[in-house]
């Protein structure tokens, strides 16, 4: 990046520099000054408010009025004119393979159910097995790593893995090397619909992908729930006669329920909004589409906005059962101190 | 009282604020600097740079290049955040058009010398530049591609006897004899990032105006013509012919053609044995050879013939492309660069490089780095039916679409049905 840019603005980079923690202190003291005005009594009332505001104003200004904004727009055309469910008809026509249902099949059911699952499972395994082993950090710390790179980055390298050359010629590709080594035909991994026209095959490719970068995230996090299961407690089931995978079932699971709830919820997020991995790979050609990638090629490719409004709005309410499922979730962890 | 000293160094500090302001803005302006977004990258990208040397060396304006494929999303993001680029060069007119009717666009008569432009410049480019149709001109072009050229490496043809084919009926015969001789006959690629298939859609368009005529092909462009409609889908299965059944005709079938990224369209054909033996591309694709094994030479290892005529009624016809400008601000330096890009020497430093086509007529045809560059300069010249490229003039709607259908086609040519009734729905919504 070219930092002359910000020398050549200097009363801007100072008012950003200064002005905005500025700002924040003449709020707060501000606030606080009016807020001793008060008789003692109310004060309780108003303070959290006080303090709450910019966070509720931000939100409002960048998450909820767009939202609504976004909402009126997908009931209107590209100029306007109220439209009624007609966005929603064009995109929602055509099932079961047109319109919006492919990015629809694959977000919420493959990426979701599948990503979730061998996320939860490679990070919940490599946690309980590395946690018996002498070199237990340097595991850990390699494959966290790839949560260094960012998806774009992971995705164009695998985008090498996955390379495709025809039958005969010199495979470069890592995985097309393998396979014709065990003298099976390559595969073009992200093109490759298999089977039959149902692309469960590219999208896997897909899903590996951002597996790879993200079983890190859900190693470290399992593995620290895993720590704090009291030793004495695995102690005494041992002393008790149960066997290792019997302790794991009955014991360490049931105690890092919790975690793993947390964890996978956060993965249905990631799943559902996943973006770049299929915009650098295939652009969501091949069926491998998903919502969010549908919504930004209606806006910015088709200058379709209406219809981008309306693939908005279905993912939105994609992802409101989560978001209620989470909010409970939390509360019972919460009951249960 | 703690708070009271709290309010006077906030003060204070709002203070040491204001005066920074005020005494700031008094930065002596040098020649100043321009903002530009362009596409071009790797070779593109430094011929481009070369194009803009002379103008930064005489004016002492810093132009400030930053270059994505994916023009679309940041232009459009930029411009609605209202914090759009000086200038822009696009690929195709489409998008800057749909700017222009969007009135972000700022006219460009009294930028640049009119009287000038005509003289030097065809009027068919110049219209292509007045996509409002109200006197006012909104994109320069300057440079220009002929597209729809089979190329072929002569050393192949010479070594198995292949003659060029004149006409239709010879290229489907050689088309049989290469693949009977147990090769494939074409090469084709298509994958482009957010634009796959607008390789393929080069190929359409070149068969529609070729096989239907230029009244089908502007009405097609204008959204009046159906995709299902006989002529279009004829226009499918021509393309389909030239695949080959299960896309057996084409080097490494449909899943390498839709795999593997345009610009390595030529690498098989310049393999030892040859992988195959023709590909369709447009002119500039001359660059991407080059760049991937500098020792070829044209004429000798790569050479070109127009696709021949599918329906002798439409001799001649050729679809063109070129790269246009706009301004979407209105700052002196950003009208001395439009003017600069109309003038024949900065176009003649892109044609030296190779590449590209100077929409000037002043550019000497010696400036023309090859022969074959010489025969593109008089292909512009001689065209008898120019067109501009049709999706690039369709609704980026539409264009999307049609670039996504391509790629489905290829994969499996037995859906055309369900592809041109798709087509067909995106076309009655977004020409509205």
Same mark, same amino acid.
């Given at each position: 990046?070219?930092?002359?840019?910000?020398?050549?603005?200097?009363?801007?980079?100072?008012?950003?520099?200064?002005?905005?923690?500025?700002?924040?202190?003449?709020?707060?003291?501000?606030?606080?000054?009016?807020?001793?005005?008060?008789?003692?009594?109310?004060?309780?009332?108003?303070?959290?408010?006080?303090?709450?505001?910019?966070?509720?104003?931000?939100?409002? $200004?960048?998450?909820?009025?767009?939202?609504?904004?976004?909402?009126?727009?997908?009931?209107?055309?590209?100029? !306007? +004119?109220?439209?009624?469910?007609?966005?929603?008809?064009?995109?929602?026509?055509?099932?079961?393979?047109?319109?919006?249902?492919?990015?629809?099949?694959?977000?919420?059911?493959?990426?979701?159910?599948?990503?979730?699952?061998?996320?939860?499972?490679?990070?919940?395994?490599?946690?309980?097995? @590395?946690?018996?082993?002498?070199?237990? %950090?340097?595991?850990?710390?390699?494959?966290?790593?790839?949560?260094?790179?960012?998806?774009?980055?992971?995705?164009?390298?695998?985008?090498?893995?996955?390379?495709?050359?025809?039958?005969?010629?010199?495979?470069? !590709?890592?995985?097309?090397?393998?396979?014709?080594?065990?003298?099976?035909?390559?595969?073009?991994?992200?093109?490759?619909?298999?089977? +039959?026209?149902?692309?469960?095959?590219?999208?896997?490719?897909?899903? %590996?992908?951002?597996?790879?970068?993200?079983?890190?995230?859900?190693?470290?996090?399992?593995?620290?729930?895993?720590?704090?299961?009291?030793?004495?407690?695995?102690?005494?089931?041992?002393?008790?006669?149960? $066997?290792?995978?019997?302790?794991? =079932?009955?014991?360490?699971?049931?105690?890092?329920?919790?975690?793993?709830?947390?964890?996978?919820? %956060?993965?249905?997020?990631?799943?559902?909004?996943?973006?770049?991995?299929?915009?650098?790979?295939?652009?969501?050609? @091949? +069926?491998?589409?998903?919502?969010?990638?549908?919504?930004?090629?209606?806006?910015?490719?088709?200058? +379709?906005?209406?219809?981008?409004?309306?693939?908005?709005?279905?993912?939105?309410?994609?992802?409101?059962?989560?978001?209620?499922?989470?909010? =409970?979730?939390?509360?019972?962890?919460?009951?249960? =101190? | 009282?703690?708070?009271?000293?709290?309010?006077?160094?906030? &003060?204070?500090?709002?203070?040491?604020?204001?005066?920074?302001?005020?005494?700031?803005?008094?930065?002596?302006?040098?020649?100043?600097?321009?903002?530009?977004?362009? &596409?071009?990258?790797?070779?593109?990208?430094?011929?481009?740079?070369? &194009?803009?040397?002379?103008?930064?060396?005489?004016?002492?304006?810093?132009?400030?290049?930053?270059?994505?494929?994916?023009?679309?999303?940041?232009?459009?993001?930029?411009?609605?955040?209202?914090?759009?680029?000086?200038?822009?060069?696009?690929?195709?007119?489409?998008?800057?058009?749909?700017?222009?009717?969007?009135?972000?666009?700022?006219?460009?008569?009294?930028?640049?010398?009119?009287?000038?432009?005509?003289?030097?410049?065809?009027?068919?480019?110049?219209?292509?530049?007045?996509?409002?149709?109200?006197?006012?001109?909104?994109?320069?072009?300057?440079?220009? #591609?002929?597209?729809?050229?089979?190329?072929?490496?002569?050393?192949?043809?010479?070594?198995?006897?292949?003659?060029?084919?004149?006409?239709?009926?010879?290229?489907?015969?050689?088309?049989?004899?290469?693949?009977?001789?147990?090769?494939?006959?074409?090469?084709?690629?298509?994958?482009?990032?957010?634009?796959?298939?607008?390789?393929?859609?080069?190929?359409?368009?070149?068969?529609?105006?070729?096989?239907?005529?230029?009244?089908?092909? #502007?009405?097609?462009?204008?959204?009046?013509?159906?995709?299902?409609?006989?002529?279009?889908?004829?226009?499918?299965?021509?393309?389909?012919?030239?695949?080959?059944?299960?896309?057996?005709? &084409?080097?490494?079938?449909?899943?390498?053609?839709?795999?593997?990224?345009?610009?390595?369209?030529?690498?098989?054909?310049?393999?030892? *044995?040859?992988?195959?033996?023709?590909?369709?591309?447009?002119?500039?694709?001359?660059?991407?050879?080059?760049?991937?094994?500098?020792?070829?030479?044209?004429?000798?290892?790569?050479?070109?013939?127009?696709?021949?005529?599918?329906?002798?009624?439409?001799?001649?016809?050729?679809?063109?492309?070129?790269?246009?400008?706009?301004?979407?601000?209105?700052?002196?330096?950003?009208?001395?660069? /439009?003017?600069?890009?109309?003038?024949?020497?900065?176009?003649?430093?892109?044609?030296?490089?190779?590449?590209?086509?100077?929409?000037?007529?002043?550019? *000497?045809?010696?400036?023309?780095?090859?022969?074959?560059?010489?025969?593109?300069?008089?292909? /512009?010249?001689?065209?008898?039916?120019?067109?501009?490229?049709?999706?690039?003039?369709?609704?980026?709607?539409?264009?999307?679409?049609?670039?996504?259908?391509?790629?489905?086609?290829?994969?499996?040519?037995?859906?055309?049905?369900?592809?041109?009734?798709?087509?067909?729905?995106?076309?009655?919504?977004?020409?509205?």
């Amino acid at each position: 990046m070219d930092f002359n840019v910000l020398l050549q603005d200097i009363p801007t980079l100072l008012l950003v520099i200064f002005g905005v923690p500025a700002v924040l202190v003449g709020y707060i003291v501000g606030a606080e000054f009016l807020v001793r005005r008060l008789p003692d009594k109310n004060r309780p009332q108003v303070r959290p408010w006080i303090w709450v505001g910019p966070a509720l104003a931000m939100v409002a $200004g960048i998450l909820f009025i767009p939202a609504i904004a976004t909402f009126v727009q997908s009931f209107q055309d590209n100029h !306007g +004119n109220f439209v009624g469910f007609q966005n929603y008809a064009t995109q929602l026509g055509g099932f079961p393979s047109g319109g919006v249902w492919i990015a629809i099949r694959n977000s919420i059911i493959i990426w979701l159910v599948i990503y979730m699952i061998l996320v939860l499972t490679f990070g919940l395994t490599m946690a309980v097995l @590395f946690d018996r082993v002498q070199y237990e %950090t340097v595991v850990k710390s390699l494959i966290f790593m790839p949560m260094a790179i960012s998806s774009v980055a992971s995705g164009v390298i695998w985008k090498f893995m996955y390379w495709y050359q025809p039958v005969g010629a010199p495979q470069t !590709g890592t995985l097309n090397a393998v396979v014709t080594f065990f003298h099976h035909d390559p595969v073009a991994w992200l093109q490759d619909q298999w089977p +039959n026209g149902l692309a469960i095959l590219n999208n896997l490719a897909l899903i %590996t992908v951002a597996t790879w970068g993200l079983t890190g995230f859900s190693m470290v996090i399992l593995s620290a729930a895993l720590k704090g299961i009291p030793g004495d407690l695995l102690e005494a089931a041992r002393v008790d006669g149960a $066997g290792e995978i019997t302790i794991f =079932r009955r014991v360490i699971f049931p105690l890092m329920m919790p975690t793993v709830v947390v964890v996978g919820t %956060t993965l249905v997020i990631f799943a559902i909004k996943v973006f770049d991995v299929p915009y650098v790979m295939t652009n969501g050609n @091949f +069926n491998t589409d998903v919502l969010a990638l549908r919504m930004y090629n209606l806006l910015y490719l088709s200058h +379709n906005n209406a219809a981008a409004a309306a693939v908005a709005i279905v993912l939105l309410i994609a992802v409101v059962p989560v978001l209620i499922f989470n909010l =409970r979730q939390f509360r019972a962890v919460e009951a249960r =101190r | 009282m703690r708070s009271s000293s709290h309010l006077r160094a906030l &003060v204070v500090a709002m203070a040491a604020v204001f005066t920074a302001v005020a005494c700031g803005t008094g930065t002596s302006q040098n020649a100043g600097t321009i903002k530009f977004l362009g &596409v071009w990258s790797g070779a593109e990208q430094a011929s481009w740079l070369a &194009v803009l040397k002379p103008f930064q060396d005489s004016t002492g304006i810093t132009v400030k290049y930053e270059a994505s494929r994916d023009q679309d999303a940041i232009l459009t993001s930029s411009v609605a955040a209202g914090n759009p680029p000086d200038v822009a060069g696009a690929p195709s007119p489409a998008l800057l058009t749909t700017f222009a009717k969007a009135g972000k666009v700022i006219a460009l008569n009294n930028a640049v010398d009119m009287t000038a432009l005509q003289a030097n410049t065809a009027a068919s480019w110049i219209k292509l530049g007045e996509p409002l149709n109200d006197g006012k001109l909104y994109q320069i072009f300057a440079w220009a #591609d002929v597209k729809g050229l089979i190329w072929y490496d002569p050393k192949n043809f010479q070594a198995k006897g292949y003659n060029v084919p004149k006409s239709w009926t010879d290229l489907q015969g050689l088309q049989s004899t290469i693949k009977g001789a147990g090769t494939t006959p074409w090469c084709v690629t298509v994958e482009s990032g957010s634009a796959t298939g607008w390789a393929a859609s080069d190929w359409l368009k070149e068969i529609v105006l070729s096989q239907s005529g230029p009244d089908v092909y #502007d009405k097609w462009v204008a959204g009046t013509q159906k995709w299902s409609s006989p002529e279009i889908k004829s226009a499918f299965q021509t393309f389909g012919s030239i695949l080959g059944p299960g896309g057996n005709l &084409v080097y490494g079938g449909p899943q390498y053609v839709v795999a593997t990224a345009f610009g390595d369209v030529g690498t098989p054909m310049f393999a030892s *044995p040859p992988k195959c033996y023709m590909l369709n591309q447009a002119s500039f694709i001359t660059t991407f050879f080059t760049k991937a094994n500098p020792s070829l030479q044209p004429v000798t290892d790569f050479n070109f013939f127009p696709l021949p005529d599918i329906n002798s009624q439409f001799t001649g016809a050729h679809v063109v492309a070129g790269d246009t400008f706009s301004m979407f601000k209105d700052t002196p330096q950003a009208r001395k660069l /439009i003017a600069y890009l109309t003038t024949a020497d900065a176009q003649a430093i892109w044609v030296k490089r190779g590449g590209k086509l100077a929409v000037n007529k002043d550019v *000497p045809v010696a400036d023309y780095p090859d022969p074959l560059a010489k025969e593109f300069a008089q292909i /512009i010249v001689n065209t008898q039916i120019a067109k501009y490229d049709a999706t690039d003039q369709m609704p980026a709607d539409m264009k999307a679409a049609a670039w996504a259908d391509l790629v489905k086609f290829i994969g499996n040519q037995n859906q055309l049905d369900s592809l041109l009734a798709h087509l067909d729905s995106v076309q009655a919504a977004s020409y509205k």
